[in-house]
């Protein structure tokens, strides 16, 4: 070996830096753990830095309070039971919408999905009236049935609606058209082919309906919960801001995140297991 080539290799170009092994050797494991961790690196990222921002005031506290100011105040929420009082108010509202929504979402779609003539004539009006927003049903809404819980429950089962059927309708509408032939050799009746052919091809895309209904449903109940409410996540929100207490503004905003996550997860976990069963 020359003089230069033992030079470069006694470099310390040439060795591994104990902080890149440290690195190679995290990701190593990350992926060997099967990279369940690596959906929370982000926010753990963000959190980090929040904490750092508030530690070294980077934001005013009035601004954006710490971490563990607003981990203070969920755990007084919790103990005083007055998280459980309003969360239980936002499931129950958001549940008994999103049920019925979908159950109109699915029974509306099914029936555009299996008659083109129905689909001819509702589906233009549909699509026209799925643009308009929910906040802009609220003063209508409010007129017919008041501000107690079925303007809510209305609002939110709107929300869900919508992409439930427009899904249904696309689940129905995308059987392959040589199986139907297929099943037309057969002699298959009608109501053979839906449930046979037409309606095992039509689940995925009905469970991706129910969940951007869920979505849709749980966006819409914080809306109508900061408009009109005297309890719930959403008027917490709403409380925590008139009074300018951003730690509890802070705190509600983190269980809605938390919850809309893991029924997000338990839908997906269902989709699979139906769907897997089925097949």
Same mark, same amino acid.
């Given at each position: 070996?020359? #003089? ?17 092994? =440290? ?22 990222? %963000? ?5 750092? *921002? ?40 958001? %549940? ?49 049935? =008041?501000?107690? #819980? ?47 052919? !037409? ?9 991706? *309906? ?27 929100? !709403?409380?925590?801001?008139? %009074? ?36």
């Amino acid at each position: 070996m020359t #003089e230069a080539a033992s030079a470069l290799a006694a470099s310390p170009a040439a060795t591994p830096t104990p902080t890149a092994h =440290g690195a190679a050797l995290f990701w190593h494991a990350l992926r060997g753990a099967g990279g369940w961790l690596e959906p929370f690196l982000l926010p753990l990222a %963000l959190l980090a830095l929040w904490w750092a *921002g508030a530690d070294r005031g980077w934001i005013p506290p009035q601004v954006l309070p710490s971490p563990q100011f607003v981990a203070d105040t969920l755990r007084e929420l919790a103990t005083s039971g007055d998280l459980w009082l309003h969360t239980g108010a936002s499931l129950q509202r958001v %549940l008994v919408g999103f049920a019925a929504g979908s159950v109109l979402g699915l029974l509306l779609g099914t029936v555009m999905g299996l008659s083109r003539s129905v689909e001819a004539y509702a589906l233009p009006s549909f699509n026209a009236l799925v643009q308009i927003p929910v906040l802009a049903w609220l003063p209508f809404v409010l007129l017919l049935v =008041g501000i107690g #819980e079925p303007l809510k429950y209305i609002l939110i089962a709107k929300a869900a609606l919508v992409p439930v059927a427009l899904n249904t309708l696309q689940g129905f509408r995308q059987a392959p058209q040589a199986l139907r032939e297929v099943g037309a050799v057969y002699g298959y009746t009608r109501r053979q082919q839906v449930l046979e052919i !037409v309606l095992p091809s039509a689940l995925p895309t009905l469970f991706t *309906g129910l969940r951007l209904g869920f979505t849709k449903a749980w966006l819409s109940l914080v809306v109508v919960e900061l408009v009109a409410s005297s309890e719930g996540l959403g008027y917490l929100i !709403v409380y925590g801001r008139q %009074l300018f207490q951003l730690d509890l503004v802070m705190a509600a905003v983190i269980v809605v995140g938390a919850i809309g996550y893991v029924i997000d997860r338990l839908l997906d976990l269902a989709e699979r297991r139906f769907i897997g069963g089925a097949h």
